[in-house]
Nanobody, 128 residues
């Protein structure tokens, strides 16, 4: 079973950038979906971005397209989320997640139920 540890959260002003990192322990390679989700106070957790490790396909929520970029470094077993042009509505706890085995994550890459491994989260706060 994999363990995921996020880092990189913080407080920034609107228009700023942050890069989140997620180290995946216990992942020995192979096909998987890795994703970033977020949960704002009083709201449901939502998918932000995902990547299919088998081919590098990426998926984004409409609200972050063009601003966020998901990537992976296989040598470091690390997942990244580069967040640019941050807005106050991006304020949330951000979670890294893994879908192992792949299951249906390629069909619905931003759906929570496809993911069975979760990190503890890292807080992102954007002020106006």
């Amino acid at each position: 079973q994999v363990q995921l540890v996020e880092s990189g959260g913080g407080s920034v002003q609107a228009g700023g950038s942050l890069r989140l990192s997620c180290v995946v322990f216990g992942y020995t390679g192979g096909r998987a979906c890795m994703g970033w989700f977020r949960q704002a106070p009083g709201k449901e957790r939502e998918g932000v971005a995902a990547i299919y490790t088998g081919g590098g396909d990426t998926y984004y929520a409409d609200s972050v397209k063009g601003r966020f970029t998901i990537s992976q470094d296989n040598a470091k077993n690390t997942l990244y989320l580069q967040m640019n042009s941050l807005q106050p509505e991006d304020t949330a706890m951000y979670y890294c997640a893994a879908a192992l085995p792949v299951g249906s994550c390629r069909l619905f890459p931003l759906r929570l139920y496809n993911y069975n491994g979760w990190g503890q989260g890292t807080q992102v706060t954007v002020s106006s």
